[in-house]
């Protein structure tokens, strides 16, 4: 069975870390009055593809979460703070997200992993979802877990391993390894005490 160690890991924010989907449907019904949209209904990775929302709206919200993780009701996925604080007992938690300012999500995630000393957390804001598989590649990162496949087939593409965290807008058949949870994340991980 697959043992991955902790520092063989890095991690994607939106959709992996954080429930960003639920902010989004927070922040649509708060501020533009937009009911009735369920996560189910996101079966792409670009909200313009399948929500019945003007794109103007769309990136608006997006951008308010960008900008405001706190004020926008942000919250990380069920499982991941414990996961993460347990393995930043091994190794640096590494994050490689395309969200092109790191700041906001910074102070998010230092917040949200209370305990963990921030020099353990390196936050990598690419911009840009094209280059984080030459990031993981330059840090010797051997797993990255996200939740957008172009991503992870760019990453499979530069010998890495890719692990996809699964969302109605990633289940097309893909030869990915697939984790439905944290729990299931954590079951992967080889923490030293462990035979």
């Known amino acids: 069975m697959l043992k991955i160690k902790p520092h063989e890991i890095a991690f994607d924010i939106d959709g992996v870390v954080a429930d960003t989907m639920s902010s989004f449907i927070y922040v649509a019904k708060r501020e533009f009055g937009i009911n009735g949209i369920r996560k189910e209904q996101i079966t792409s990775y670009w909200l313009e593809d399948c929500l ?16 405001d993780p706190f004020g926008t009701n942000l919250s990380p996925m069920e499982g991941a703070v414990d996961v993460l604080k347990k393995i930043s007992q091994y190794s640096r938690l590494i994050f490689i997200t395309a969200r092109p300012i790191k700041e906001p999500i910074e102070e998010w995630l230092n917040f949200n992993l209370k305990g963990v000393p921030r020099e353990q957390i390196e936050i990598i804001a690419t911009g840009r979802h094209e280059i984080k598989a030459e990031i993981l590649k330059e840090l010797k ?36 390894l697939r984790v439905k949870n944290w729990r299931e994340l954590k079951g992967l991980i080889q923490f030293s005490n462990e035979s």
């Open 52 to 67: 019945p929302i003007p794109d103007e709206i769309i990136t608006a919200i997006i951008n308010k979460i960008l900008e």
């Open 141 to 176: 990162i051997s797993y990255f877990l996200e939740d957008h496949l172009e991503t992870c087939k760019r990453i499979c593409e530069r010998g890495l391993k890719a692990i996809v965290f699964d969302h109605p807008w990633n289940r097309e058949d893909t030869p990915f």
